[in-house]
Antibody, heavy 120, light 110 residues
Framework: QVQLQQSGPGLVKPSQTLSLTCAIS??????????WNWLRQSPSRGLEWLGR?????????GYAVSVKSRITINPDTSKNQFSLQLNSVTPEDTAVYFC??????????WGQGTLVTVSS | QSVLTQPPSASGTPGQRVTISCSGS????????VHWYQQLPGTAPKLLIY???QRPSGVPDRFSGSKSGTSASLAISGLRSEDEADYYC???????????FGGGTKLTVL
């Protein structure tokens, strides 16, 4: 049973960088069958996929067009976790952020969610 | 504006059957599986139906899914008060190379 535990600050100032980490237990970030995703949810934007990373003999990373210029997702094999960085945030980036596992062509497990507020 | 289109709300009385629709396009529902999630207030979405009509273990058979062309539906029979939640459809979009979601349907059990 995979479990995803998110950590990171709940308040970020405008123009700064949002950073979150998702620790994995019960699976491996280097799994050849899983993909590791970041998503967010807000009343104005609904559920929005941000990007993912996965390993298939080498690392692959993909980002949503809406955030492609500002986002970085990195796997950390030493700690079995993956991270999200979103640069130059504005109040529009205020949302509940989720990490999630993609497996067998579906997203099947989610982290607990982190409310991130962008405000000075 | 979500890529997949769902009605914002649905309702029914206990014991009734309710359906929630999800409309997409040839680049998402039309070419890949549809998955459904249930989200209770303050919690993460939970996988309810995968690959159009498959239920994860532990999901009651009152929940069923179907897909035809670029549309899909979630049906809930024998409605119960604990089914009151938000429901989301999702699919992989080949044009966007990413996951897309519906705007969610808030189900009220009257």
């Amino acid at each position: 049973q995979v479990q995803l535990q998110q950590s990171g600050p709940g308040l970020v100032k405008p123009s700064q960088t949002l950073s979150l980490t998702c620790a994995i237990s019960g699976d491996s970030v280097s799994s050849n069958s899983a993909a590791w995703n970041w998503l967010r949810q807000s009343p104005s934007r609904g559920l929005e996929w941000l990007g993912r990373t996965y390993y298939r003999s080498k690392w692959y990373i993909g980002y949503a067009v809406s955030v492609k210029s500002r986002i970085t997702i990195n796997p950390d094999t030493s700690k079995n976790q993956f991270s999200l960085q979103l640069n130059s945030v504005t109040p529009e980036d205020t949302a509940v952020y989720f990490c999630a596992r993609g497996n067998g062509g579906m997203i099947d497990s989610w982290g607990q969610g982190t409310l991130v507020t962008v405000s000075s | 504006q979500s890529v997949l289109t769902q009605p914002p709300s649905a309702s029914g009385t206990p014991g009734q059957r309710v359906t929630i629709s999800c409309s997409g396009s040839s680049s998402n529902i039309g070419s890949d599986y549809v998955h459904w999630y249930q989200q209770l207030p303050g919690t993460a979405p939970k996988l309810l139906i995968y690959r159009n009509n498959q239920r994860p273990s532990g999901v009651p058979d009152r929940f069923s899914g179907s897909k035809s062309g670029t549309s899909a539906s979630l049906a809930i029979s024998g409605l119960r008060s604990e089914d009151e939640a938000d429901y989301y459809c999702a699919a992989w979009d080949d044009s966007l190379s990413g996951w897309v979601f519906g705007g969610g349907t808030k189900l009220t059990v009257l």
